[in-house]
């Protein structure tokens, strides 16, 4: 079982960047695909980004298209999220997810999504 610890959050303004990490322990992240998700309170998980075990295919949410990528270290134990022209309303919490392969279902969705970091907070100020 991997467990999964963000970082890299924290305060900054419109039109700043931030990179998040995902660190992965007991295990690397070549067992599973990886997913980037956020949320506000009082609204549901969203997703922002997936990568699949592989690394050779990735996915983004609309609104973070062109402005966030989503890596992994040559290792596969380290995740990343670089996030670029930051806007006020990407202001949530962050948290990164291991999905095991074969399991049915979108990617899209927190729900087929295994294991979860404790998540960390991002806030863009106008």
């Known amino acids: 079982q991997v467990q999964l610890v963000e970082s890299g959050g924290g305060l900054v303004q419109a039109g700043d960047s931030l990179r998040l990490s995902c660190a992965a322990s007991g295990g690397t992240f070549s067992s599973y695909h990886m997913g980037w998700f956020r949320q506000v309170p009082g609204k549901e998980r969203e997703f922002v980004s997936f990568i699949n075990r592989g690394g050779d295919s990735t996915d983004y949410a609309d609104a973070v298209k062109g402005r966030f990528t989503i890596v992994t270290d040559n290792a596969k134990t380290t995740l990343y999220l670089q996030m670029n022209s930051l806007k006020p309303e990407d202001t949530a919490v962050y948290y990164c997810?291991?999905?095991?392969?074969?399991?049915?279902?979108?990617?899209?969705?927190?729900?087929?999504?295994?294991?979860w970091g404790q998540g960390t907070q991002v806030t863009v100020s106008s």
């Open positions: 997810a291991a999905r095991r392969p074969g399991y049915s279902g979108t990617y899209y969705s927190p729900a087929t999504y295994h294991y």
